[in-house]
């Protein structure tokens, strides 16, 4: 894909003169000529597409908002509310067409200063399951030269390791996919970008009736997993961000009251909460 150019879609025949590219663009690219047209500095543009996406008279090229269908905010809080991660999965595959949908929010994820550079590796099936068969071997070999024991006393983690050695996978549990959210490190929010990424990739799997679960474990392991760094295929100067685990659910589940939160500074009026 092309970087944003806006010197290059920019049609003056199309400009009311209006200002708001001006007041929009997040880092003064945007200047006025005396003959009162936008000029663009491409050393400042940072190709967000605001000066674009505000344009009332479509004079960067780019189609009416009625193109893209209209959201309710309602049907999206019901997601959120119904979400659970989701640890059991139902052992089908996820299809080519499922993963190409499931990932195009990341086309769409905002990225500090536009800096864009997400890379997902996508890890299906045989190749997902064995991510999990992985972490069994390791702890067995931990097991047998007696490096098991120390590591779950010194870790608080001791049952956990004892039935991943058992043969139990519970960091990847089976799931058919499992997403490495990659971000480049030289970016100044580099995991922020990673993570707001797959929260959305997050959400439309709910969307699809799919289920999620975060895997910090795995995200906290590949450092010291041998073989995970090469097979994600990360390009030096990359970061990984989150690991995102993915299937369908094997089971349906029920909804359960929010978890407490603060609200800092005045409170809502009673009246005001649904
Ligand atoms: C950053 C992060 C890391 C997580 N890591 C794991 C993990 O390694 N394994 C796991 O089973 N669940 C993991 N979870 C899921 C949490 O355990 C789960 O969100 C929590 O129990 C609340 O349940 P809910 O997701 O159904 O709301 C993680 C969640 C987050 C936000």
């Known amino acids: 894909m092309s970087r944003f150019s806006p010197e290059a879609v ?67 809080l019901s997601l959120m ?24 929010p990341v086309g769409w994820s905002p990225t500090g200063v536009n800096a864009c550079g997400l890379a997902v590796r996508a890890f299906r099936d045989t190749e997902a399951l064995a991510l999990g068969t992985g972490i069994v071997r390791t702890a067995r070999l931990l097991g047998k030269c007696g490096l098991l024991r120390i590591l779950g006393a010194l870790t608080g983690t001791g049952p956990f390791l004892e039935r991943e050695a058992a043969g139990e996978d519970l960091v990847f549990r089976k799931a058919p996919l ?66 995102l685990c993915v299937g369908r659910p094997a089971w349906g589940c029920r909804p359960i009251p929010p978890r407490d939160w603060e609200l800092l500074g005045p409170s809502i009026p009673e009246k005001a909460r649904v």
């Open 178 to 243: 499992v997403l490495f959210f990659f971000s480049p490190r030289r970016s100044p929010t580099s995991l922020s970008d990673g993570i707001i990424a797959a929260t959305l990739v997050m959400t439309a799997a709910e969307a699809m009736g799919l289920g999620t679960f975060w895997n910090g474990v795995a995200r906290t392991l590949h450092p010291v997993m041998p073989g995970w760094r090469k097979s994600s295929r990360a390009r030096p100067g990359m970061r990984l961000c989150a690991v």
């Open 81 to 104: 509310k119904r979400r659970r991660s989701t640890r059991f999965f139902d052992g089908s595959s996820i299809s080519d067409a499922e993963l190409a949908r499931l990932l195009e």
């Open 10 to 76: 920019f049609d003056p025949a199309s400009c009311t003169s209006c200002g708001r590219c001006r007041l929009v663009c997040p880092v003064s690219a945007v200047s006025w000529d005396p003959g009162g047209r936008p000029s663009f500095d491409p050393r400042k543009c940072i190709a967000c597409g605001h000066c674009a996406a505000f344009c009332p008279a479509g004079a960067f090229g780019c189609p009416g908002p009625s193109c893209v269908e209209p959201c309710s905010g309602d049907s999206l």
